[in-house]
């Protein structure tokens, strides 16, 4: 097992199938790397206020977005830590919807959330380097279901990819 092989249908839940599907590429990663690129060449020259951008009345900002997928790799990444490290406890899911308005991300900088994008980026690769094929492997119980530590990889990459092509699509029209 490496970082080129995604996991199998049944190595995670039905949910973050289209996560995993999206992720690019065939190497773990490089799928990481390659969509904070991504994210990077969307957002470096946005425009002053595109942050504060919602592209319909109850959406979240441009910002929130973002601070949303930092947040989910977060929770991914520790996770996969815990999972790597043989941990059998079940792990709690976290709902989305609550934590966007509680973070207040939209009082921030885009510029400050896309360092933060990065420096949890960089830990997450770390994370994930340290794996060996066998810690890969290992899965655990996380918001009721099965998932291994190789699938959680994949779902941070694909998870952020998703959401770089909604900001591409429906925030900056760039499809």
């Known amino acids: 097992?490496?970082?080129?092989?995604?996991?199998a249908a049944d190595e995670f839940p039905a949910f973050y199938h289209r996560y995993v599907e999206e992720a690019r590429g065939t190497d773990m990663l490089q799928a990481m790397q390659g969509v904070s690129d991504a994210l990077h060449a969307l957002l470096r020259n946005a425009p002053a206020g595109l942050g504060d951008h919602r592209y319909a009345p109850g959406k979240w900002s441009v910002k929130e977005v973002l601070q949303h997928?930092?947040?989910?790799?977060?929770?991914?990444?520790?996770?996969?830590?815990?999972?790597?490290?043989?941990?059998?406890?079940?792990l709690p899911g976290f709902d989305e919807d609550a934590y966007a308005p509680s973070a207040e991300a939209d009082r921030r900088e885009l510029a400050d959330l896309l360092m933060e994008h990065d420096a949890v980026r960089e830990a997450s690769l770390r994370l994930f380097q340290s794996f060996t094929p066998a810690m890969l492997q290992r899965s655990g119980i996380a918001n009721q279901r099965n998932i291994s530590v190789r699938a959680i990889g994949w779902t941070i990459a694909g998870h952020a990819q998703h959401h770089v092509r909604v900001l591409a699509e429906r925030y900056l029209h760039t499809t």
């Open 1 to 7: 097992m490496s970082f080129a092989d995604k996991p």
């Open 69 to 90: 997928v930092i947040d989910a790799e977060r929770i991914f990444a520790y996770r996969a830590l815990r999972f790597a490290r043989n941990d059998a406890s079940e």
